[in-house]
């Protein structure tokens, strides 16, 4: 064991076996941080599914903390009606009205924790990450209390959203503030983002870096065969107004002019978010959540997968399930906003096809050259160098450069 290590914790209520985009980025901040200077040790929330002690892994610890109350916000399982999917959306609606931070708890558990270990460890680094608030919570209120520690920011989104109320926004953009202003280091997924965070700067000097999501899978080994049914896959769940409706139409329109098209189109993960049209209901199948392995399967046994995001005040969304996407090298039908980040990585990649998010005629053509290419056994000349760029451990590289310069290690 090399002595002197800089210890790392992160902060995260996101981890593994906890299904989530959320999940996968910070294990792979726990798996590809450079060991042989970092002491990584992950705190993170204990549910049914996980072990209640810490847990020695290979190259590092797993420390979990119960967050007890009476309220939470409601899982969805995939499995569950439309009518009770819709009835839990209501609720996690009117919860998060009231309630700004629902992991107090854990976060005061983590905070006694880290107290108490920086006074052993001199050398510490906290990375926190958002959402929740919780976690910066925690590193915000322990830099206050005096505690000397090199704080790292991630922001996976932005705290502040469209579906606000005032008091929401005076609550987050207060918070967002102060962490800004506070962190020696802001990650965030997106350019776009970290110029918007950057915009909260007033008092000090914090350092920004791009971080993107990414794939955690050799590309090498992905499939490259054909289906006898042009098959198309979209992995993940809709929520807000990320909803296929615009794509139904756009797919009604594809089979006017395809009578005899032979295609098969599944939603993974979404369960019984969706209600499906009765003209598509012998194409279209549904399951519940899965497994990421499972979700990467379906991917890889596609002949092209679909994107839907919606238009946004906000710029800088990928979409976790994008870099995934890309690294298993099948066409993508994407319905996103074409003057942000994920059409330009689409673009960018030759990847894929491009329709604004409520533009049916132009969804329909993507559909069409994607089943195209399917029909005629061939392949889009993908920009394999840039789609190498978004496997994790490469953009996790970049941390480590980051912070052994920032740390002059």
Known sequence: MILNKHKLYILSTYFPPTISVASNRILAFANYIDKSVFDVEVITVENENNAKESIELVSYKVKRFKNSGL???????????????????????????????????WQNLAEKYLSEKFLQNKKSIILSTYAPVSTHLAALNLKKKGNDFFWIADFRDNMIHPHFNKSQENYFDKIQKEIVNSAELILSVSEPILDYLAKYQTTKKSNFLEIRNGF????????????????????????????????????????????????????????????????????????????HNQALQAMQDSDALLLIHPNQNQKGVFSGKIFEYLGCLKPIIATVDKNDVAAKLIEDCRA??????????????????????????????????????????????????????????
């Not at 329109?253 to 993960?269: M, T």
């Not at 199948?285 to 497994?291: L, M």
């Open 71 to 105: 309220f939470h916000i409601m899982k969805f399982t995939g499995k569950e009606s439309f009518f009770i999917h819709k009835l839990k959306a209501a609720y996690n609606k009117v919860f998060t009205y009231f309630v700004r931070n629902e992991y107090q708890l």
């Open 216 to 291: 955690d899978f050799d590309m090498e080994n992905v499939k490259k065969n054909f289906n006898n049914i042009f098959t198309v896959s979209y992995v993940g769940s809709f929520y807000g107004e990320r909803k296929p409706f615009n794509f139904f139409e756009a797919l009604k329109l594809f089979l006017i002019n395809n009578s005899e098209a032979k295609i098969q189109i599944n939603f993974v993960g979404v369960g019984n978010q969706i209600q499906i049209p009765d003209f598509a209901s012998k194409i279209i199948s549904t399951s519940p959540k899965v497994t």
């Open 352 to 409: 894929g096809f491009v329709a604004e998010f409520d533009d049916i005629n132009a969804t329909a053509d993507c559909f069409q050259k994607a089943y195209d290419l399917w029909l005629n056994h061939k392949s889009l000349d993908f920009n394999l160098d840039l789609i190498k760029q978004h496997h994790r451990k490469v953009q996790v590289k970049r941390l480590n450069e980051e912070l052994k310069n920032l740390l002059k290690l």
